[in-house]
């Protein structure tokens, strides 16, 4: 059975500095992973989309990397904003789920402070 | 493109009715959506999956005859909690992909409070 972990739970930061969120998989059968953000009571916002076949992505001030086999990936963030404090989530396309569907972490709650 | 649109955003319901939440892709077609829901500070656990045309796949778990998910067009799929209990109010959400290899989308999500 797919798990997905989140490290840390939670992150306070001051503004600009650079952060890495760590996620964690234990079954390396994946179609893709998934990072998004979530901002309270609302939904999901997709950050970044790996495939199994990529290494990483990047998007602005985001760049995601995937190690498969090692069952990592991690999310980068330039130059942290207060406008980045959110919850992330990270999401994995697992091969034995229901049709693919995603198996979610429990997030990490990020606080950016002016 | 690939944007999904749920409705209501929170609904306050008493205990014993019923409820429905739809969630429509605008601007593209979706075999197949996806209902989670989240409690808090929890992870959003998968409740069903809504095949267009034919019946939901459930979780373990999950009571059918409770959550009705109905998928009767390419672009709405309805979720009604019936009989509804406070041990049901939670965030429920749900999601849509444009293809295989594109990433999920999801709705804006629908906070029920039964009281």
């Known amino acids: 059975k797919q798990e997905v972990t989140q490290i840390p739970a939670a992150l306070s930061v001051p503004e600009g500095e650079n952060l890495v969120l760590n996620c964690s998989f234990t079954?390396?059968?994946?179609?893709?992973l998934q990072w998004f953000r979530q901002d309270p009571g609302k939904g999901l916002t997709s950050l970044l989309l790996?495939?199994?076949?990529?290494r990483e992505q990047t998007s602005g001030r985001l760049n995601a990397s995937l190690d498969k086999s090692s069952g990592r990936s991690t999310l980068y963030i330039a130059a942290s904003q207060p406008g980045d404090s959110a919850t992330y989530l990270c999401?994995?396309?697992?091969?034995?789920?229901?049709?693919?569907?995603?198996?979610f972490g429990k997030g990490t709650k990020l606080s950016v402070k002016p | 493109g690939a944007v999904v649109s749920q409705h209501p955003s929170w609904v306050i319901c008493k205990s014993g009715t019923s409820v429905k939440i739809e969630c429509r892709s605008l601007?593209?077609?979706?075999?197949?959506m996806f209902w989670y829901r989240q409690f808090p500070k929890q992870s959003l656990m998968l409740m069903a999956t809504?095949?267009?045309?034919?019946?939901?796949?459930?979780e373990q778990g999950v009571e059918k005859d409770k959550f009705l998910i109905n998928h009767a067009s390419l672009t709405l799929s309805t979720l009604t909690v019936t009989s509804a209990h406070p041990e049901d109010s939670s965030f429920y959400i749900c999601?849509?992909?444009?293809?295989?290899?594109?990433?999920?989308?999801f709705g804006s999500g629908t906070r029920l409070t039964v009281v």
């Open positions: 790996i495939q199994s076949s990529q």
């Open positions: 999401a994995v396309g697992s091969q034995g789920g229901s049709q693919g569907n995603l198996i």
């Open positions: 601007d593209f077609q979706a075999t197949t």
């Open positions: 809504s095949n267009e045309g034919s019946k939901a796949t459930y």
């Open positions: 079954d390396s059968a994946i179609y893709n």
């Open positions: 999601s849509a992909r444009l293809a295989t290899n594109y990433g999920y989308t």
